[in-house]
């Protein structure tokens, strides 16, 4: 069984739901995602993703109207094969279509991006043999990247966070999407260690340093 973490855009809060790899991915429509084909290549039993980004997902699917082939969807930091603030590493980001046509996959970067349902869909140049497309959210503490995180926030970067912090060795840190005391502490501990400003808050400064620190470490 697969753990799967899903904050609901609905409710605000994280959810947790227990799956089989062939089972349908939570809050998916009409099994057009299983639990195995978003871990893709990771290896983790713990994942995490939005409630959202699934309905960003069934509607893309349900506008293509077949099957699309996924090849990289969730992946843990330390797992690495990404920028070091990947929405890879947050649940929110889907690699499909490796197996198409480029005409054909011309035909769905067009469609997801005249869906609007996605924040970011690379453009052919980039990712010429497969497309990529993201679900965002909140404003990037840097240029590009992750939001800012606190105290009292929810969701998948927090996931994302929990994940880094623990793979940076810092100890106490469960990965739940809930940003509580134990997350404050453990953001607080990594902040001192490396004389970045310990005031708990993870901004541009801490995000780049801890996720630099950690992305690919799994495999070095
Ligand atoms: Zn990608």
Same mark, same amino acid.
Request: proline share 4%; aromatic share 10%.
């Given at each position: 069984?697969?753990?799967?973490?899903?904050?609901?855009?609905?409710?605000?809060?994280?959810?947790?739901?227990?799956?089989?790899?062939?089972?349908?991915?939570?809050?998916?429509?009409?099994? /057009?995602?299983?639990?195995?084909?978003?871990?893709? #290549?990771?290896?983790?039993?713990?994942?995490?993703?939005? #409630?959202?980004?699934?309905?960003?997902?069934?509607?893309?699917?349900? +506008?293509?109207?077949?099957?699309?082939?996924?090849?990289? +969807?969730?992946?843990?930091?330390?797992?690495?094969?990404?920028?070091?603030?990947?929405?890879?590493?947050?649940?929110?980001?889907?690699?499909?279509?490796?197996?198409?046509?480029?005409?054909?996959?011309?035909?769905?970067?067009?469609?997801?991006?005249?869906?609007?349902?996605? /924040?970011?869909?690379?453009?052919?140049?980039?990712?010429?043999?497969?497309?990529? =497309?993201?679900?965002?959210?909140?404003?990037?503490?840097?240029? +590009?990247?992750?939001?800012?995180?606190?105290?009292?926030?929810?969701?998948?970067?927090?996931?994302?966070?929990?994940?880094?912090?623990?793979?940076?060795?810092?100890?106490?840190?469960?990965?739940?999407?809930? =940003?509580?005391?134990?997350?404050?502490?453990?953001?607080? #501990?990594?902040? /001192?260690?490396?004389?970045?400003?310990?005031?708990?808050?993870?901004?541009?400064?801490?995000?780049?340093?801890?996720?630099?620190?950690?992305?690919?470490?799994? #495999?070095?």
């Amino acid at each position: 069984m697969i753990n799967i973490l899903v904050y609901n855009n609905q409710t605000n809060r994280m959810e947790v739901h227990a799956k089989g790899l062939y089972e349908p991915m939570p809050y998916n429509y009409g099994r /057009s995602l299983t639990v195995a084909e978003f871990r893709g #290549r990771s290896n983790s039993d713990i994942i995490w993703t939005s #409630r959202g980004v699934m309905d960003s997902w069934n509607t893309t699917r349900t +506008a293509w109207g077949r099957p699309i082939y996924v090849g990289y +969807a969730f992946r843990r930091i330390g797992e690495g094969g990404h920028s070091n603030q990947s929405q890879h590493y947050a649940g929110t980001s889907f690699d499909v279509g490796q197996n198409l046509s480029n005409a054909d996959r011309n035909s769905l970067r067009n469609l997801a991006e005249q869906l609007g349902v996605w /924040s970011y869909v690379e453009p052919a140049y980039l990712t010429p043999t497969w497309v990529h =497309f993201d679900r965002r959210a909140g404003i990037p503490a840097c240029a +590009a990247g992750y939001p800012v995180m606190r105290e009292g926030m929810v969701g998948v970067y927090v996931c994302t966070l929990q994940d880094a912090l623990g793979t940076a060795g810092i100890p106490g840190v469960g990965i739940d999407g809930i =940003f509580g005391p134990a997350t404050q502490r453990a953001v607080i #501990r990594f902040q /001192s260690e490396n004389g970045l400003t310990a005031d708990g808050v993870v901004g541009c400064q801490t995000w780049t340093l801890l996720t630099s620190m950690t992305n690919g470490i799994w #495999r070095r």
